[in-house]
């Protein structure tokens, strides 16, 4: 055989040729930094979860039936007028106030009736203007305010109050204080306030049509004053996670109740740990705040045991125990 000879002078161009078509081949099959395989690995897009693979950190306590979020999730209120704003408003553990709402706004000459309305925030409600957020006689007073009851936890908040002669106002859901006449009639009977908070808390509020809304404040009023008994007064109302809008504010006076707002939110509901509770009440009460927490709604361990600390501290700090305005 004879062998072929590459010319000398040709022999550098083809090794040339070689390494120019192998480096791209060899690049790609290291995945090497910058190279297409690497580039796109990273461009594909993660999968997400479905639902029934995905967890809740562990400590985080919510579930769906306490899952009842309040406005913004800070400490300060989004429901003080400009003349009544508490002290504490711009506290450190309020990361975040909401602006207040509008003072000039009107109540619709003509509330829509339709039978729904849009979710998603296609519809924006003209914003309430009479939403209470202190209490009644000022000074060093705080309002206790627990929604979402009657349930498991209001006896064992019943007996806390009384131990420290503490009154407080109790937001109810219709549907809880029918099922539960004997809890409201304690309330009662032991000198605390009554609160309309809906017949079973409808989140957004303001979707609903204007008789949905009518027959939510309006029935729940029926429902907690016959499980009252007598000729409770129900003075309030509070409109689930506070979605309060001139619309439902009207409504709620129809009825013959003012708005309850708060000014100091531990989030209680969300279960974020006894000391989280204790904490954030303790750095943004002041004198006047209406405190919201809650009695019903799911497991209220957190509460009680935060109420344990917190009614000696309020004690020790001088404040008495107020009903809101009114």
């Not at 979402?148 to 064992?156: F, H, K, L």
Request: proline share 9%.
């Amino acid at each position: 055989m004879v062998k072929s000879r590459i010319s000398a002078r040709r022999r550098p161009l083809l090794l040339g040729v070689s390494a120019a078509l192998l480096a791209p081949a060899l690049l790609a099959a290291c995945g090497a930094h910058g190279s297409p395989l690497a580039a796109g690995d990273a461009a594909q897009p993660s999968a997400t979860p479905s639902a029934s693979t995905s967890t809740t950190p562990s400590g985080s306590g919510s579930s769906s039936i306490a899952a009842r979020p309040t406005p913004s999730g800070v400490s300060s209120s989004p429901f003080d007028s400009p003349s009544r704003t508490p002290s504490g408003a711009g506290s450190t553990a309020a990361t975040t106030t909401p602006s207040a709402p509008a003072t000039g706004a009107t109540t619709p000459s003509a509330p829509d009736t339709g039978a729904s309305r849009p979710a998603g925030g296609q519809h924006t409600p003209a914003p309430a203007t009479h939403v209470l957020a202190h209490t009644a006689s000022g000074g060093r007073t705080v309002a206790l305010t627990f929604d979402d009851g009657p349930g498991p936890a209001t006896g064992q908040v019943l007996d806390l109050l009384a131990k420290y002669d503490a009154k407080a106002t109790f937001c109810e859901i219709g549907d809880n204080a029918k099922a539960n006449p004997a809890a409201v009639k304690r309330i009662v009977a032991e000198g605390h306030r009554l609160c309309d908070h809906t017949v079973d808390h409808p989140q957004p509020m303001h979707t609903q049509s204007h008789q949905q809304q009518v027959a939510e404040i309006a029935d729940a009023k029926t429902q907690i004053e016959n499980a009252a008994g007598g000729n409770a007064q129900i003075t309030w109302w509070r409109a689930p996670g506070g979605d309060f809008t001139a619309e439902n504010e009207k409504i709620g006076a129809d009825q013959g109740m003012k708005s309850l707002g708060w000014s100091v939110d531990p989030r209680d509901w969300s279960r974020p740990g006894v000391q989280s509770i204790v904490n954030t009440v303790e750095q943004n009460l002041r004198p006047g705040s209406v405190v919201l927490m809650h009695d019903g709604g799911g497991d209220r361990s957190q509460t009680v045991a935060a109420l344990k600390q917190l009614l000696p501290w309020m004690v020790a700090q001088g404040y008495t125990f107020d009903f809101p305005q009114s």
